[in-house]
């Protein structure tokens, strides 16, 4: 049973950073690409970012695009997002996504963990 552990959210002022966690067991997700999401309140999730599995290329959303940068250690099991420069509305509970894969131009993911909780204060 894959199990996922989110880590690294918190408040922070408008203009700072975090950089968040996630290792999962269970099964071993170095050949597969890696995403974080994120649900923010009375809105549905959303896709954040991706990373091959080589960590050779990523994928952002637009409204994180030049903020945000994906990372993984696949030798843990591991992937991690920096986020620079954050505003009000990237609050949001972020999830990562193992397996996370594009279906018809959408990202999408099969296993979620309880996310962790990221709040910008202004």
């Known amino acids: 049973q894959v199990q996922l552990v989110e880590s690294g959210g918190g408040l922070v002022q408008a203009g700072g950073s975090l950089r968040l966690s996630c290792a999962a067991s269970?099964?071993?997700?170095?050949?597969?690409?890696m995403g974080w999401f994120r649900q923010a309140p009375g809105k549905e999730r959303e896709f954040v970012a991706a990373i091959s599995w080589s960590g050779g290329s990523a994928d952002y959303a637009d409204s994180v695009k030049g903020r945000v940068t994906i990372s993984r250690d696949n030798a843990k099991n591991s992937v991690y997002l920096q986020m620079n420069s954050l505003k009000p509305e990237d609050t949001a509970v972020y999830y990562c996504?193992?397996?996370?894969?594009?279906?018809?131009?959408?990202?999408?993911?099969?296993?979620w963990g309880q996310g962790t909780q990221v709040t910008v204060s202004s």
């Open positions: 996504a193992p397996g996370a894969r594009r279906v018809a131009g959408t990202w999408t993911g099969d296993y």
């Open positions: 269970g099964r071993t997700f170095s050949s597969y690409v």
